[in-house]
């Protein structure tokens, strides 16, 4: 029998976490897991319980939440044995997408049952650690405006894209980088955004980076440049049929390692989590440093 812990963030989502321990008793197969239930009490709790678990040599880890409790569990697992597990319950759930784990609560518990761990790349933005994407430009902003939202949600999120497009203004950048045949990388342009993305999707099957894997040892670094307004409904369009690297305004480069150089500090987005960083900012893919449990490939 293996050992498994479930660490609930108990503010993720919109869903009612009260049920998780019931779910958990019902849908996971105790003639494999011996589990655990914890709820987090503050952020960064999940980190230090993650790390715990990860000392006492469970088997697996499992986050319930959002892409932000995904990163706190996933970062206290890092170079470990120990394998990430995702109940996918926030508002985009990109890393558990990207996995193919079902969104329902309990078909999600019911794939740990004949899941396999796998070796997948993480990455780092200044020093702290993503799993998903990170990026700077207007996603940045709407990250930074939802996180005081006060309300989460899928409905919050797209009011705050309406409310801050209009009024957005791309900003100048230099992205300096290391790419394929190691051959120096160097961009300067104004853009809307830049997404530096290890899976290919911020959450809500919003494609930022079709092509992106989370097992190739690179980031895929797009770059959306500024844009017609008519020409807002095709990339809407593209983002969600995978095919916005195809678009006209989009530059997408495999970078393994890179810098983003931009006039003054501000804001920035790792897995839909905002913070403030310096006008220079350094990004870096982790090959082969967290397992993750998936579907069983037979």
Known sequence: ??????????????????????????????HIWAANVVFTEYKGHATELAEQYARMGFDAVVAVGGDGTVNEVARGLLFSKTALGIIPIGSGN??????????????????????????VDSAKIEGHPFFTTAGTGFDAKISEDFATAGKRGIITYLQHIVKDFFSYEPEHYIIRGI????????????????????????????????????????????????????????????????????????????????????????????????????????????????????????
């Open 179 to 298: 790419g394929q045949n190691d051959e120096p990388v160097e961009l300067e342009t104004d853009a809307f955004l830049i997404t530096c993305a290890n899976a290919n999707q911020w959450g809500n099957a919003a494609y930022i980076a079709p092509k992106a894997s989370i097992q190739d040892g690179w980031l895929d670094v797009s770059v959306l440049s500024k844009f017609p307004l008519h020409a807002v409904p095709e990339l809407a369009l593209r983002l969600f049929e995978k095919t916005i690297d195809k678009s006209l305004y989009m530059t997408t480069m495999k970078i393994r390692q890179l810098t983003i150089v931009r006039p003054q500090e501000g804001p920035f987005h790792f897995d839909g989590d905002p913070i403030t960083l310096p006008a220079e900012v350094s990004i870096e893919v982790v090959p082969d440093s967290l397992y993750v449990l998936a579907e069983k490939q037979y």
């Open 94 to 119: 990109g890393f558990a997408r990207h996995l193919g784990i079902p969104l329902r609560v309990n078909r999600a518990i019911q794939m740990l049952n004949h899941s396999e761990a796998r070796l």
């Open 1 to 30: 029998m293996k050992n498994i812990a479930f660490i609930v963030n108990p503010i993720s989502g919109t869903q009612n976490k009260k049920r998780i321990p019931k779910l958990i008793d019902k849908n996971l197969d105790r």
